[in-house]
């Protein structure tokens, strides 16, 4: 169980309320300890600039060099790496993970008084846990539900018939419109705006755009994370949905009544252009994207690399990747149907130059294939 502070920290470490003996973290863990139980514990730090009150974790090989030379108290790693740890470790199966783990135990959060800001404003009919926080400019529309435990930092605006579950954390400045459903403990980061009208337009005859109302709603799942600007538009009629577990990073762009799947991420600058459904423990890279003439349907467990743009559905996991200079679009369609078929005119060239007797040039090229491969 963690102690108050019996000593000043370094001065590059935020101070923390609380230590831990390494005995405390190895129970909560349940970590294999080597090394000093009561040594203890009050920050974290890198493996190449920890001190000796932090605890590191030693996650991928790359850092594996600067094992040998930390300064860190304890290091959290896998049994394989052990032999080489100068210091006391915890050993688990993946370290990153316990990383995380430990990481919540020195969190500070904000301090907020429980209770309704004097400067909020909040409707006669919505109705509000007295053991939520409401800080101070906030705005809670008509008929909206703030349950027990929530914190809604300053300037906050919620509109109307608004459900915000337990434990959520809305930052300074988050938008949420009329219609939305959040579920507990999410988090949502400063800046992002969730239940915008999604981008529909008709036009008439002459031209002319017109909006079409957008009817639906939001409704977000449990546990969810919502990074700072991003944006989650509303649905046309049915509602635009975000299942429990998943993570969206800064400046993400969700249309309307698009769908993601439990636990999956989508990092900065992803883009999914409405009704697009994306399957359950899919990551989307930065910079990518999902949109079509049709919807687009991804798949449960597809991972799609950075900048990678998805204009038709995936219906098999894997790993996808795909960026193309632009050009006029017949010009650019027509090279990336040729661009599908460069297997097949490379295994019909080394067909032809094998039955001339001649050694090909493409069996030297980077990821040809080999004598007795073939690509699937």
């Known amino acids: 169980m963690g102690r108050g502070l019996t000593e000043e920290p370094p001065n590059n470490v935020r101070p923390s309320p609380f230590e831990f003996t390494l005995a405390e973290l190895a129970e909560r863990l349940s970590a294999r300890l080597s090394g000093d139980a009561d040594k203890v514990i009050r920050s974290l730090g890198a493996i190449d600039k920890a001190s000796g009150d932090q605890i590191t974790h030693l996650s991928s090989t790359s850092y594996r060099k600067h094992l040998a030379s930390t300064d860190a108290g304890a290091v959290l790693l ?17 370290p990153y993970l316990a990383f995380a783990e430990v990481s919540q135990l020195f969190h500070q959060p904000d301090a907020l008084p429980i209770g ?10 919505a109705t509000v846990d007295e053991d939520a926080t409401i800080g101070p400019l906030v705005v809670i529309g008509a008929k909206s539900r703030i349950a027990s435990g929530t914190r809604i930092h300053g300037g906050v605006q919620i509109g109307e018939r608004c459900v915000i579950g337990r434990g959520v954390e809305l930052h300074a400045r988050v938008v949420v419109y009329s219609d939305v459903s959040i579920g507990d403990r999410t988090i949502v980061h400063s800046g992002a705006v969730i239940g915008g009208d999604g981008f529909g337009f008709a036009p008439d005859a002459k031209g002319h755009l017109h909006a079409i109302a957008q009817l639906g709603g939001v409704q977000i799942g449990a546990d969810v994370s919502i990074g700072c600007n991003t944006t989650i538009d509303r649905g046309a009629i049915d509602d635009t949905v975000i299942e429990e577990g998943v993570k969206i990073d800064n400046l993400v762009q969700i249309g309307h009544n698009c769908h993601v799947g439990a636990h999956s991420i989508l990092c900065g600058m992803v883009g999914l252009a409405g009704s697009t459904v994306i399957g359950r423990h899919c990551v989307l890279a930065g910079g990518s994207g999902c949109g079509g003439d049709k919807p687009v349907v991804l798949c449960d467990q597809v991972t799609l690399t950075a900048s990678t743009i998805v204009t038709s559905s995936i219906d098999k996991p894997g790993v996808y990747s ?10 650019w369609k027509r090279n990336a149907l040729s661009l ?10 080394r067909g032809l130059e094998k039955r001339l007797g001649r050694t090909s040039d493409l069996e030297n090229e980077p990821g040809a294939d080999r004598p007795g491969e073939r690509r699937g």
């Open 340 to 349: 599908l078929k460069l297997d097949e005119l490379f295994s019909r060239i």
């Open 78 to 94: 896998r049994e394989e790496d052990l032999p080489t740890c100068p210091t006391n470790a915890l050993v688990v199966k993946n």
């Open 116 to 125: 309704v800001h004097p400067t909020a404003v909040v409707a006669s009919d």
């Open 322 to 331: 795909g960026t193309m200079l632009h050009n006029t679009h017949h010009r």
